[in-house]
Nanobody, 124 residues
Framework: QVHLVESGGGLVQAGGSLRLSCAAS?????????MAWFRQASGQGREWVAA????????DYIDAVKGRFTVSRDNAASMMYLQMDQLAPEDTAKYYC????????????????WGPGTQVTVST
């Protein structure tokens, strides 16, 4: 169980950038977890967006954000980040970070709870 708090969301015009942060705390070292960003648009289900392995050496993205989003982590600070560039209105959603596992061809939340999320709104 890891406690997670997201920040950095906001309102931005299409083509703009935002950097999301995820602060982790708990008894288990942050470096033990694969981590992922998920998002949930209004009226839709939650989907994973980007993932990063324990060491940070490997990353994974859904096709819709490849080349625009970059996930990174700082294990010493127990932080994960999502740099979002060339934002588009379809990126509008609440973004969540979580511990994750790879299974059956996709990333799943492996944590007991979700954090509060951070809202990203992209205007035209």
């Amino acid at each position: 169980q890891v406690h997670l708090v997201e920040s950095g969301g906001g309102l931005v015009q299409a083509g703009g950038s935002l950097r999301l942060s995820c602060a982790a705390s708990g008894r288990t070292p942050f470096s033990w977890y694969n981590m992922a960003w998920f998002r949930q648009a209004s009226g839709q289900g939650r989907e994973w967006v980007a993932a990063i392995t324990r060491s940070g050496n490997s990353t994974d993205y859904i096709d819709a954000v490849k080349g625009r989003f970059t996930v990174s982590r700082d294990n010493a600070a127990s932080m994960m980040y999502l740099q979002m560039d060339q934002l588009a209105p379809e990126d509008t959603a609440k973004y969540y970070c979580t511990a994750a596992n790879w299974r059956h061809g996709t990333w799943y939340n492996s944590n007991d709870d979700w954090g509060p999320g951070t809202q990203v709104t992209v205007s035209t």
